[in-house]
């Protein structure tokens, strides 16, 4: 019995816990591009090493993508974060200088395959039961039945706006600021996009011509 119960609390592999409650916002409109642009020039320019600086903004490199990063957000949060930063009265440049350091975005696309279950927002079951239970009191105390569903649409119509689905889709947006080989900013922030918006954050392929293949002549038989 004493052998029993010292290995009770063991296991041959990890047990699978979560993490404690937490929230992720999702982006879905232009606004909420301008929003991080805020949120970016703000702590931009709260940094004393690049507050004074010559900035500039430049255009990502995909490397063999040959791409602008981040798609049509890429473009927009360019344009959203060069507004904050000169409307604040940082010094941006339209091209790279000796004395300037350069800004990079960053978008990352992430997509889950195989996720397990994922709780519900707080509160929705809790919601569910009491419009379940506020429905059935005209039936034992109402004259009209559909007078109980009041209540229940009153809390659906408070708490709905704050409900989203989770999805599988969700971006990590990374804003830097390098001068030379040394990084003075690095900001990075995590997303739920919507799938059908995977096109706005992706990086655009470039289609390239192909290769002109090459032969060789020699007169070596």
Known sequence: ??????????????VATTYLYSE????QAAHHWDVLARHEATRILQRERVRNRDLHISEADNGELHAYS????????????????VSRGANLTTVPTANSAN???????????????????????????????????????????????????????????????????????TTQIIDGERILYSSSNIYYINAGDRRQYAPHRVPQAPATPSVSITDTW
């Open 24 to 27: 992720q916002q999702r982006m």
């Open 70 to 85: 981040g798609g049509e957000f890429g473009r927009g949060f360019r344009t959203l974060l060069t507004s904050e930063l």
């Open 103 to 173: 800004i990079t975005i960053d978008v990352e696309v992430v997509e889950h395959r195989d996720r397990g279950f994922i709780r519900p927002p707080i509160g929705a079951f809790t919601a569910l039961t009491a419009g379940i239970a506020v429905a059935t009191i005209p039936y034992n105390q109402w004259a009209e039945p559909a007078l109980g569903l009041i209540p229940a649409a009153a809390l659906a119509d408070t708490t709905s706006g704050s409900w989203t689905h989770t999805g599988n889709e969700e971006i990590i947006v």
């Open 1 to 14: 019995m004493l052998s029993g119960c010292f290995y009770a609390n063991t296991s041959q592999a990890p």
